[in-house]
């Protein structure tokens, strides 16, 4: 199968935004949340847990960099699962005020 692989869709199309090319960067055109960013702590079976933030409306690769950016300053772990990014601990503190900065407005849930 040495074939490429043709996409009939917009490579460049980002399903966050709606836009070709995204513009999930630009702060000032990307899409407004529909409703906040949900952040909650979660604590695993072991372990200390994860700051969770659900529901944000970014660019996958955006997403990888903020997670990038919170886990240097945090010093801590983590990853972006299912379209949501978890930190390893409880950094609900920094992690809304992160969010606020990037212009995310933010709902508590736990
Ligand atoms: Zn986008």
């Not at 996409?7 to 966050?16: L, R």
């Not at 702590?41 to 660019?59: C, D, N, P």
Request: charged share 35%.
């Amino acid at each position: 199968m040495a074939d490429k692989v043709v996409y009939s869709t917009d490579p460049s199309y980002c399903t966050a935004c709606g836009k070709s090319p995204c513009v999930c960067a630009d702060k000032k055109v990307r899409p407004k949340q529909p409703e906040p960013v949900r952040l909650s702590f979660q604590r695993g079976a072991k372990g200390s847990g994860v700051t969770k933030v659900e529901r944000m409306i970014l660019h996958p690769t955006l997403k990888e960099q903020l997670l990038k950016k919170l886990k240097s300053r945090l010093g801590c772990g983590g990853t972006v699962r299912d379209g949501n990014l978890e930190l390893q601990g409880d950094h609900r503190d920094i992690v809304e005020e992160e969010l606020r900065r990037e212009g995310f407005p933010v709902r508590r849930i736990g």
